[in-house]
C-alpha cells in the first residue's frame, strides 16, 4: 500500500540495521563526523549540524565549499581509529589500532575535583568506560541506584530496540465493524501517528493517507456513509501517569494523533487533550468527510471484530527514528508507549506494570547488571526509577558493540551538545565538547543528570554516565554536569 498522500510505502526500509550502523561507525569518530550521522527523521537538520560545526573550525571532516580567504579548501580529517571495535565478549583489552588506551589516572586527577562541586548537589555518582575494551576508567558509586530523570529514556530505547528491532513499525488500522454499515479506527500505539499533511516525524503514520486510503475502499465497495468506532483497548492499566495530569506528557493510550497536542507545537511541554484516542476518531471521521464518505454519529468506542481484515493500514516511523526523536528531544509520550510495546512484544500487558517488567527482563538479557534499578516508567518523569551510573555507562557501551547494530538509533539519537535538541544551548559555542559531546540530558526537581559518548583526545569513544540529588540550584548542576563532559572529551 502506497500512501498517494505523502508519499511514503509500506514495504520497511531496506536494511535500515546496516545504513545505521555504517552512520554510527562514521559519525562518532571526531568534531564535525560527530554531529553528521543522519538519523530517518531529520536528515536536513544533521546536515545543518555538519555544516555549522565545519564553519567553526573545528577538526576537519567535510567540504566548507568555496574559497576561504583565498586559502586552499581544507581537507577532510581521517577517520578517528577503531572507536567501535573490541567490545564483545572475549574481546581482546587492546585494539590494536594503534591508539593508545585512555589514561584512567588521568581522568581521575581530573573528574575527581570537578564531582565535588557543591553545586552538585549533596550525592553524585560517576561512570566513564571505554567501549572500545569495556575498560571502566573512573568510577565514584557507580553501583549506587539513582534516580535518573530523563536518562531513564536510554534504557528505555535499549530494551525496546533489543525487543522489536530498528525496522519495526507500529500499524495503525480501520476494519469493518460488528455490524453493516460501521468500521472501527484500531490504535497499535503509534507515537507518530499524525493529522497534519506533514508529519513532524518523518515518514510516520498519517490519519490523511488512512482516510484517503479508507474512502476509496468504501466506495468501491458501494458505501459513501459509515458509522465509525475506534479502538483503543491494546494498553490497559491507568493512561494517565502517576504524577497525574502534566503538560510534560499526555495521556499514554494505543490510539492518539501528534501526541494529543490541541496546537502546532511538536515537542516541549503544552496541555494536552484529555481523551487522546476520542480526538483522534474525530479527526479522522472529519478527515473522511471531506473525503465522500459521511460519517453519521459521533464516534464511539467499538472493539474491532476479532479476525477482521483492515479496509487501510497506515505505518509508523521506523523504530530506529522514533528512538532518536525520543532522545534528542527528551519526548515522553514516545518514551512511554516505546515501554509498553516492549511489554506487547515481551508477552507482557502493555501497562507500567508490565513494561517495568518488560524493560527489566531485556537489559538483564543483554548481560548488563539491573541489581537495584527499577523501571517505573519508560520517561523517567517519575521519581520511583532508580539507575546507577555503572548501569547508564554500560547500556551505551552496549549500544556501540559493532556485534549489535540494532542498537545503534542510542548512540545517533543522542543530543549533539551545541547543536541539537536538549543540549543545543550546552556546551556549546567554544566550548571544547561543542559536537564532541552526546549526550542524554535529566532534570527533576533537585535531580540533574547527564550520560552519552564523547570522543576523547586519543580517538577513543567513551561512554559516561553522571547523577547527582539534592542540587540547590538546577542551573549550576548543568553546567556542572557540563564541565564533566567537557573533561572526557579533554582527558586522555
Not at 468504501?218 to 458505501?223: D, Q
Not at 506494570?353 to 538483564?364: N, P
Request: proline share 7%.
Amino acid at each position: 500500500m502506497c500512501d498517494r498522500e505523502r508519499g511514503w510505502s509500506e514495504v520497511p526500509y531496506v536494511k535500515t540495521w546496516q545504513l545505521i550502523a555504517v552512520s554510527a561507525v562514521a559519525g562518532l569518530a571526531l568534531s564535525v563526523a560527530a554531529v553528521a550521522a543522519a538519523g530517518p527523521w531529520d536528515s536536513g537538520q544533521r546536515k545543518a549540524e555538519r555544516d555549522r560545526a565545519a564553519s567553526r573550525g573545528l577538526t576537519g571532516g567535510a567540504d566548507h565549499g568555496g574559497d576561504r580567504a583565498g586559502g586552499l579548501l581544507p581537507q577532510a580529517a581521517p577517520s578517528a581509529p577503531g572507536v567501535l571495535s573490541g567490545i564483545g565478549p572475549g574481546a581482546p583489552r587492546a585494539t590494536g589500532s594503534g591508539v593508545a588506551a585512555a589514561d584512567a589516572g588521568r581522568l581521575a586527577e581530573v573528574l575527581r575535583p570537578l564531582l565535588a562541586d557543591p553545586a552538585l548537589g549533596s550525592v553524585r555518582t560517576a561512570s566513564v568506560i571505554d567501549t572500545a575494551t569495556g575498560g571502566v576508567l573512573f568510577e565514584s558509586g557507580a553501583r549506587e541506584p539513582m534516580t535518573p530523570a530523563s536518562t531513564t529514556k536510554i534504557a528505555t530505547a535499549v530494551a525496546a530496540l533489543s525487543a522489536l528491532g530498528p525496522e519495526h513499525r507500529i500499524r495503525t488500522t480501520v476494519t469493518p465493524g460488528a455490524g453493516p454499515g460501521e468500521i472501527v479506527l484500531v490504535g497499535g500505539g503509534d507515537p507518530s501517528l499524525t493529522a497534519r499533511k506533514k508529519s513532524p516525524a518523518g515518514s510516520g503514520g498519517s490519519l490523511l493517507a488512512l482516510a484517503a486510503d479508507t474512502a476509496q475502499a468504501l466506495k468501491a465497495a458501494g458505501t459513501d456513509s459509515v458509522r465509525l468506532g475506534y479502538d483503543d483497548t491494546l494498553f490497559t492499566g491507568p493512561a494517565r501517569h502517576p504524577i497525574g495530569e502534566n503538560p510534560n506528557i499526555a495521556p499514554v493510550t494505543a490510539l492518539a494523533a501528534d501526541e494529543g497536542r490541541p496546537d502546532e507545537s511538536t515537542s516541549g511541554p503544552v496541555d494536552r487533550v484529555e481523551d487522546p484516542a476520542k480526538e483522534t476518531a474525530r479527526s479522522f471521521a472529519a478527515l473522511l468527510g471531506e473525503r465522500g464518505v459521511k460519517v453519521t454519529a459521533e464516534p464511539a468506542p467499538a472493539k474491532a471484530p476479532a479476525g477482521a481484515q483492515p479496509l487501510a493500514t497506515t505505518l509508523s516511523t521506523p523504530l530506529a527514528g522514533l528512538v532518536e526523536r525520543m532522545l534528542t528531544n527528551s519526548d515522553n509520550d514516545i518514551a512511554e508507549v516505546l515501554a509498553r510495546q516492549t511489554a506487547l512484544a515481551s508477552g507482557q500487558p502493555a501497562s507500567f506494570e508490565g513494561a517495568e517488567k518488560a524493560v527489566t527482563a531485556r537489559l538483564a538479557a543483554l548481560g548488563v547488571d539491573t541489581a537495584g534499578s527499577r523501571f517505573a516508567d519508560g520517561s523517567g518523569l517519575g521519581r520511583a526509577d532508580r539507575i546507577s551510573t555503572g548501569l547508564l555507562a554500560g547500556l551505551l557501551a552496549k549500544a556501540a558493540d559493532p556485534q549489535r547494530p540494532e542498537l545503534r538509533p542510542v548512540l545517533t539519537g543522542l543530543p549533539v551538545a551545541g547543536f541539537t535538541g536538549t543540549l543545543r544551548a550546552r556546551n556549546a559555542g567554544t566550548s571544547p565538547a561543542a559536537g564532541l559531546v552526546r549526550a542524554k540530558t535529566g532534570t527533576l526537581t533537585g535531580v540533574n543528570s547527564l550520560a552519552g559518548t564523547v570522543v576523547d583526545s586519543s580517538g577513543r569513544l567513551l561512554a559516561f554516565a553522571f547523577l547527582t540529588a539534592n542540587a540547590p540550584d538546577p542551573g549550576a548542576a548543568e553546567k556542572g554536569l557540563d564541565k564533566l563532559a567537557a573533561a572526557v572529551a579533554r582527558a586522555s
